[in-house]
T-cell receptor, first 110, second 114 residues
Framework: RKEVEQDPGPFNVPEGATVAFNCTYS??????FFWYRQDCRKEPKLLMS???SGNEDGRFTAQLNRASQYISLLIRDSKLSDSATYLC???????????FGTGTRLQVFP | EPEVTQTPSHQVTQMGQEVILRCVPI?????FYWYRQILGQKVEFLVS????????KSEIFDDQFSVERPDGSNFTLKIRSTKLEDSAMYFC????????????FGPGTRLTVT
């Protein structure tokens, strides 16, 4: 089983739509969770950390379900500039490394 | 806003040659990392570095790889004898504290081994 699993997509949505991505992780010792976005051939850019209580940053809402080992990202009012690959990223207790999913591709069209 | 910088942006080398990839982490960060991403694949951890020594490394980071902080600002990744399969994007990252903290990535060096 992959350490971090994501639906690769692509998700094709119109501007203004709401879209949700899910991610599951296999290691119950995972302690920190992040969403990064990656544009084509660019570096991963931190979008937001994911906290146990859930958190929101503008149009973006992240949720964590530790019991189900599941993370989600909701994007409201999609913009053309949201088109990118969204990476679910996990860190396990007492390690330095980030473990990346393969990403979910989002394409927002006019 | 402080950023991680990397040079060169693109490096082409012949198989068997040595390459050095350079990074300048964010100035008040203490942990430094190298990751790589082979085209079409996920980002993979190579190594972390703290207090002038390797903190953790992956199975990819074998004897042909080494890291160094030669001065107060640069952080380098050396590949001693490049192979075709080393062709990838190499990203440097840094964080204020170890892995559970947010890591910020540089723009990457695209390494092409011919």
């Amino acid at each position: 089983r992959k350490e971090v699993e994501q639906d690769p997509g692509p998700f094709n949505v119109p501007e203004g739509a709401t879209v949700a991505f899910n991610c599951t992780y296999s290691n119950s010792a995972s302690q920190s969770f992040f969403w990064y976005r990656q544009d084509c051939r660019k570096e991963p850019k931190l979008l937001m950390s994911v906290y146990s209580s859930g958190n929101e940053d503008g149009r973006f809402t992240a949720q964590l379900n530790r019991a189900s080992q599941y993370i989600s990202l909701l994007i409201r009012d999609s913009k053309l500039s949201d088109s990118a690959t969204y990476l679910c990223v996990v860190n396990t207790y007492n390690t330095d490394k980030l473990i990346f999913g393969t990403g979910t591709r989002l394409q927002v069209f006019p | 806003e402080p950023e991680v910088t990397q040079t060169p942006s693109h490096q082409v080398t012949q198989m068997g040659q040595e390459v050095i990839l350079r990074c300048v982490p964010i100035s008040n960060h203490l942990y430094f990392y190298w990751y790589r991403q082979i085209l079409g694949q996920k980002v993979e951890f190579l190594v972390s570095f703290y207090n002038n020594e390797i903190s953790e490394k992956s199975e990819i980071f074998d004897d042909q790889f080494s890291v160094e902080r030669p001065d107060g600002s640069n952080f380098t990744l050396k590949i001693r004898s490049t192979k075709l399969e080393d062709s990838a994007m190499y990203f440097c990252a840094s964080s204020r504290d170890r892995g559970s903290y947010e890591q910020y990535f540089g723009p990457g060096t695209r390494l092409t081994v011919t």
